[in-house]
């Protein structure tokens, strides 16, 4: 009989870290509410938001679509959030509130963006996912995509998080 892999165990956040991180994304990160950022999927191996469009986020008067700025920023946010998952998912022995704060030092190093296609839509949704977490520095890959599913930007993203 040959030796299997085992299977990888499925990590289930209590609810008291899912509130937590999401009133830190959506609430204490003010400019997260300037972008409409609502998280809309917490999993370790990836998270997933969504934007609504509305006037204040147009880039282009004439297409109305989104701004760059609001899509670098958004995906940002995102590699910052999956960051945050991934951190809470290594220390899982910690108490909500312990994991919580570990977040304090989290910042963007190097960012990159590449815009495929205009954002023009009613809603956008964006995914996240980490690369590597070491103990001082994360690597992401992001992606912004229209309501359609159409892939319009993606990213990567390196953070300090000691």
């Known amino acids: 009989?040959?030796?299997?892999?085992?299977?990888?165990?499925?990590?289930?956040?209590?609810?008291?870290?899912?509130?937590?991180?999401?009133?830190?994304?959506?609430?204490?990160i003010v400019f997260n509410q300037v972008l409409g950022l609502k998280i809309t999927s917490l999993k370790p191996g990836q998270v997933r938001a969504r934007i609504d469009m509305k006037?204040?986020?147009?880039?282009?008067?004439?297409?109305n679509r989104v701004h760059g700025g609001v899509i670098s920023a958004g995906l940002d946010a995102m590699g910052g959030l999956a960051v945050m998952v991934a951190i809470g998912?290594?220390?899982?022995?910690?108490?909500?509130?312990?994991?919580?704060?570990?977040?304090?030092?989290l910042g963007t190093i190097d960012l990159r963006v590449d815009y495929l296609r205009p954002g023009i839509g009613e809603w956008f949704e964006l995914r996240a996912e980490v690369m590597r977490l070491?103990?001082?520095?994360?690597?992401?890959?992001?992606?912004?995509?229209?309501?359609?599913?159409?892939?319009?930007?993606?990213?990567?993203?390196a953070y300090i998080v000691s």
């Open 89 to 105: 998912a290594r220390h899982m022995d910690e108490s909500p509130a312990q994991r919580l704060q570990r977040f304090s030092k």
């Open 1 to 28: 009989m040959t030796p299997t892999a085992a299977a990888p165990v499925a990590i289930e956040f209590e609810a008291e870290f899912v509130a937590g991180l999401t009133k830190v994304f959506e609430e204490l």
């Open 134 to 157: 070491g103990s001082r520095v994360a690597s992401t890959r992001m992606e912004f995509l229209g309501a359609d599913g159409k892939l319009l930007s993606t990213a990567s993203a």
């Open 55 to 63: 006037h204040d986020l147009v880039g282009h008067y004439a297409y």
